[in-house]
């Protein structure tokens, strides 16, 4: 159903719609109004809407209108007509008639009927789907057009595509300008964090279609993923269930997942697009194979609520969110998206038969969701971490390389709002003011110091 409402008016009624458009226009500027050039020009005029005028209608407006709905590109037509005194040279109402008679888009005649549309306007909701082409491995085109079959029954979608010069970041501020109700992403988690950046502390709902490699943001929001994502995420999004979630900055950039430094960024680089295309999820487990037999420890400096600490590490985890699968965030167990603090781990592991038990464990912490007891492994959490490394490491941040360290996360809480399942009551912990300075800090006291 798409966002664009086309407006035609006869002489003796253009009065009639520029006063139906200043009632209605807070409802209006919600869509892409389109009309007849004389009309529009009158609306532009006596409102302050935003109105694409076409030829008049004596010079061919009206059909400009009706190719439009043949195309399934208006929501709605409202034409006033005068049925007593109109002109020969005025557009007849049949032609649009037919048209929406034949894709059944309702069209009004009279201000009762226009009145009644906007009625049924005003209850439905405006969706903005950000649909990056290039992620994932499916075929774009049937991935669109299957969003489109399940979402527009319901909702009225304009679609953006993402391009090479053309962010996720700023198709979101876009939609977000325009009064978006809801906004949608579809892509990989590097798609959905820049979509979510835009929306922090804005309200609006962010719906999730995962169609990349990992989509650990869905999986961590207990979206289901594995059989049907498409499928089942527009579902999720129509049932129109809210979540409040914690979002984070890192160095400045929007973070729904996490920070990687050391291995997890060595393995997110090595796993290139064509491994991705070729293997999907298993790339990465490929190339953190190989990274195994060149990864060091390196001196690091990490400083949480004013103590600063130095100590060797292999790797360090800063998390938002992270589903099981995200092993090296699993220091703590579980990763909860809720609670308004950062889940860090940190492992020092030196060999490659050290690096694979300690994984191994974290992830069995995680099935289990207790926290890990590893001697080469501290979990801490905060609500705000800063990272030093020497010699400097290269960072992922939601499953892009963005530079190298250091690094200043900081965690926004109840700062996103998402269209996801309520969270098990299992998942529910104590959330509080619980912060680093009591047995975190002394934790890493004891890791060896540089």
Request: charged share 20%; hydrophobic share 45%.
């Amino acid at each position: 159903m798409p966002a664009t409402v086309a407006l035609i008016a006869h002489d003796r009624k253009k009065e009639d719609l520029v006063d139906f458009a200043q009632k209605y226009t807070p409802l209006l500027s919600r869509y892409k109004l389109i009309a007849t050039g004389n009309t529009g020009r009158r609306i532009l005029q006596g409102t302050c809407l935003e109105v694409e005028c076409l030829l008049s209608g004596s010079m061919g407006g009206d059909a400009q209108i009706a190719a439009e709905v043949a195309l399934g590109r208006v929501a709605a037509v409202i034409f006033l007509i005068d049925p007593l005194h109109a002109q020969p040279q005025e557009p007849s109402v049949r032609p649009i008639e037919r048209i929406c008679a034949i894709h059944n888009v309702p069209l009004a005649t009279n201000l009762a009927t226009a009145e009644a549309i906007a009625a049924v306007l005003a209850k439905t909701y405006i969706a903005h789907l950000i649909f990056n082409p290039v992620s994932g491995q499916g075929n774009s085109d049937q991935d669109l057009e299957l969003i489109q079959k399940l979402l527009e029954p319901q909702l009225h979608l304009e679609i953006h595509l993402t391009t090479p010069d053309i962010s996720p970041e700023e198709l979101a501020k876009e939609a977000i300008a325009s009064g978006a109700d809801l906004i949608i992403a579809s892509g990989g988690d590097g798609t959905v964090s820049a979509v979510a950046g835009a929306l922090i502390g804005k309200n609006i709902p962010l719906g999730i279609i995962p169609r990349g490699t990992a989509n650990a943001f869905a999986a961590a929001l207990g979206i289901p993923i594995a059989i049907a994502p498409i499928r089942n995420s527009c579902q999720v999004i129509l049932a129109g269930k809210t979540r409040v979630v914690d979002i984070a900055r890192c160095n400045g950039l929007p973070m729904i997942l996490l920070a990687g430094i050391g291995f997890e960024a060595d393995t997110v680089e090595r796993a290139s697009r064509e491994l991705k295309n070729q293997w999907g999820p298993l790339a990465y487990i490929m190339a953190g194979w190989e990274q195994l037999n060149e990864q060091e420890l390196f001196n690091v400096e990490i400083e949480i609520e004013g103590n600063l600490q130095k100590f060797q590490a292999g790797a360090i985890t800063i998390a938002n969110a992270a589903p099981p699968t995200s092993v090296l965030a699993q220091g703590a167990g579980e990763v909860i998206v809720d609670d308004g603090l950062l889940d860090a781990t940190i492992t020092t592991a030196s060999t490659k038969f050290q690096t694979v038990t300690t994984m191994v464990n974290l992830l069995g912490s995680a099935l289990i969701k207790t926290g890990n007891n590893q001697q080469n492994t501290i979990s801490l959490r905060a609500k705000q971490i800063k990272v030093n490394a020497f010699p400097a490491q290269k960072v992922v941040l939601d499953g892009e390389i963005i530079g190298t360290t250091p690094i200043e996360v900081e965690c926004i809480a109840a700062g996103l709002t998402v269209l996801a399942p309520p969270p098990p009551a299992a998942n529910q912990r104590e959330k509080g003011d619980r912060s680093f300075a009591t047995e975190s800090a002394s934790e890493l006291k004891q890791t060896t110091s540089v």
